[in-house]
């Protein structure tokens, strides 16, 4: 008979909720108890059921690829004759490198195959990155302000914006602390994608006008000219005036209608890297 | 619902325990085939698993990757004794999804997400893991088992297993003494226990 304390930490145990020497203590008891190691069977069974309820999603066909990649390298020794498949050559030899040779090797083959078009490849590759940086502009669009910077470490976490500069602009003024904007650059196509929240709308006769510096220049980049809408959101596309070669932080001024050449540094509103 | 009775034919293959120790066994012999084999039969439900605890399927993907790592790598670990290969394979995946959430400084809001997303559990009508591993009669059943516990087992089961909250930190959180918690887990789980009794 298992007492009322034991199903308890039975119960826990199953679940994962019992750690370090309390965790030690029952698996003790659990190795010389056969009636409580049948009770944590079936209890782990029903955690088991539990973790099925998640909503069911699919890994993507890549991961499944780089597992299979990766054992291929890390096999244990002697497992080789085990393998109902030839193991490549370049596996005998251990090296940090081999996992990227494969890969590379594979990644040639499947170019080689598919991409026959030099013009193909550039223009799927164009593709992709417009896909992605669509994607992650509206995702961003979607985001209350209050979670936007939320959004933004999670985007810069994620490999999706390997290929983009996002940066992220506090208001510098002290009667609009909730003002808050996200810059995604794309340095290879030249063009970008700000969006603002909270960001008081101004008389007709100016605009505000965001601004990229780059230590190439002396000054900041002129990146156009944006209104905010009645709530003070705005979501625009923008172009630099000039070549970027690192964006390394923005700001956003209050200029005359049209903008400057060069920022009027006193009426700042908004900066950040 | 109360007191449901599931019909053997509903439970798990007689077989499957066997299998699943058959299957550790080539692992363990490095045998590429077996681990394969289990690749395609789990992967879905670990993976599913960590997207619910991290929220989203970028590291979820990262963490079944760690954890097939670990099933090709560390097999020996697995002491048939303290469980089921698969119960197993969940409890390293919930672990390392949640070694991962730790490691964030969003994990009180994740954990306030998953804590909403347990409360509503019983009302939406996503295709759960359970239907792809197990069938749709069967996956129903499953959750008709747990939309049959009373709400407040069932949310401090599901707070325990999807947010890695200690018992203590759940009594904390629905401000009610640790020994109501324990034993709201211990009842909610053992009712599971008899009511899917054919079905695990």
């Known amino acids: 008979m298992i007492d009322e304390a034991m199903q308890e930490q039975a119960a826990a145990y199953a679940l994962g909720a019992l750690d370090g020497p309390e965790r030690q203590a029952f698996e003790a008891a659990l190795r010389v108890d056969p009636e409580l190691r049948a009770l944590v069977h079936e209890l782990s069974s029903v955690t088991e059921a539990l973790a099925g309820m998640a909503p069911a999603l699919q890994p993507s066909a890549a991961i499944r690829e780089r597992v299979l990649l990766e054992i291929d390298q890390r096999r244990p020794t002697g497992a080789a ?19 990227w040779a494969v890969a590379a090797a594979l990644a040639l083959v499947a170019a080689g195959a598919v991409w026959q078009s030099a013009g193909l490849r550039t223009q799927l590759a164009a593709q992709a990155s417009r896909i992605n940086e669509l994607t992650i502009s509206a995702e961003l669009a979607r985001t209350e302000s209050s979670d936007l910077r939320l959004t933004v470490a999670k985007l810069r976490e994620s490999n999706r914006v390997a290929n983009f500069r996002i940066a992220l602009l506090d208001s510098l003024l002290a009667a609009a602390p909730k003002t808050i904007a996200v810059s995604v650059w794309d340095n290879e196509r030249q063009d970008g994608v700000f969006i603002v929240r909270n960001l008081s709308p101004l008389p007709s006769d100016k605009d505000y006008q965001l601004w990229i ?47 400057a050449a060069v920022p009027n540094t006193k009426a700042m509103v908004l900066a950040g890297s | 619902m109360k007191g449901i009775a599931y019909p ?11 299998q699943d120790a058959a299957l550790i066994e080539r692992i363990r012999g490095g045998e590429r085939a077996a681990f394969v084999a289990f690749y395609d039969r789990y992967s ?24 097939m790592l670990v099933i090709w790598n560390k097999s020996g670990d697995y002491d048939p004794q ?13 672990n390392k999804a949640l070694d991962r959430l ?18 509503d559990s019983g009302a939406t009508s996503y295709p759960s893991a359970n239907e792809i591993l197990h069938g749709r009669e069967r ?6 088992a747990m ?37 709201r887990i211990r009842r909610g789980m053992l009712r599971l226990r008899e009511q899917l009794g054919g079905a695990l």
């Open chain 2, 44 to 67: 879905p439900l670990l993976f599913s698993v960590a997207a619910r605890v991290l929220g989203e399927r970028k590291e979820a993907e990262d963490v079944l990757q760690e954890v």
């Open chain 2, 8 to 18: 053997r034919a509903f439970g798990r293959n007689v077989a499957e325990p066997d």
């Open chain 1, 81 to 99: 004759a085990a393998h109902n498949l030839p193991v490549p050559a370049a596996a005998v030899t251990p090296g940090p490198w081999i996992p």
């Open chain 1, 213 to 259: 510096i780059d230590p190439k220049y002396p000054s900041p980049v002129d990146a156009g000219v944006f209104q905010v809408d009645a709530k003070g959101n705005v979501r625009a596309d923008f172009r630099a005036k000039l070549p970027i070669q690192a964006a390394n932080q923005f700001a956003v001024t209050i200029e005359r209608k049209g903008g």
């Open chain 2, 139 to 144: 996956a129903e059943l499953l959750r008709e």
């Open chain 2, 147 to 183: 939309q049959a516990l009373p709400p407040d087992q069932r949310m401090a089961i599901e707070l325990a297993f999807f947010t890695g909250l200690s018992q203590s930190d759940i009594a904390e959180r629905l401000q009610q003494p640790l020994g109501t918690i324990k034993a």
């Open chain 2, 82 to 94: 303290l469980g089921t290969l698969s119960s197993w394979a969940v409890a390293v995946t919930r």
């Open chain 2, 102 to 119: 730790r490691a964030r400084t969003r994990r009180l809001r994740l954990i306030e997400e998953a804590a909403v997303l347990a409360a």
